[in-house]
């Protein structure tokens, strides 16, 4: 079972940037497609952003396309979401997830997710 540990969420200023990192446990990290997804107060969990087991191919929610960069670095078993240019409607808890099917465009395509980190974003 992996365990998923994410960190670097915090208040932060309209405008602002923060990155967030998820370490995961286990030697086959580099097997599996990653991504992060987030919860807001009274919200549906909904699927921010994917990427594929190298790093070369990314997916992303329209509405933080050209904002938010997903990332890993395989030999440090991490992934990353630097967060740009943040919004009140980007604070939710975010969660890194890993991909139980190949796939990672949708909520659906995630199995396994960590306890998450708050993002709160003030106006």
């Known amino acids: 079972q992996v365990q998923l540990v994410e960190s670097g969420g915090g208040l932060v200023q309209a405008g602002g940037s923060l990155r967030l990192s998820c370490a995961a446990s286990?030697?086959?990290?580099?097997?599996?497609?990653m991504g992060w997804l987030r919860q807001a107060p009274g919200k549906e969990r909904e699927f921010v952003a994917g990427?594929?087991?190298?790093?070369?191919?990314?997916s992303y929610l329209d509405s933080v396309k050209g904002r938010f960069t997903i990332s890993r670095d395989n030999a440090k078993n991490t992934v990353y979401l630097q967060m740009n240019s943040l919004k009140p409607e980007d604070t939710a808890v975010y969660y890194c997830?890993?991909?139980?099917?190949?796939?990672?465009?949708?909520?659906?395509?995630?199995?396994?997710w960590g306890q998450g980190t708050q993002v709160t974003v003030s106006s």
């Open positions: 286990g030697r086959t990290f580099n097997n599996y497609a």
């Open positions: 997830a890993r991909s139980q099917s190949g796939r990672y465009l949708h909520l659906a395509d995630f199995g396994s």
């Open positions: 990427i594929n087991w190298s790093g070369g191919i990314t």
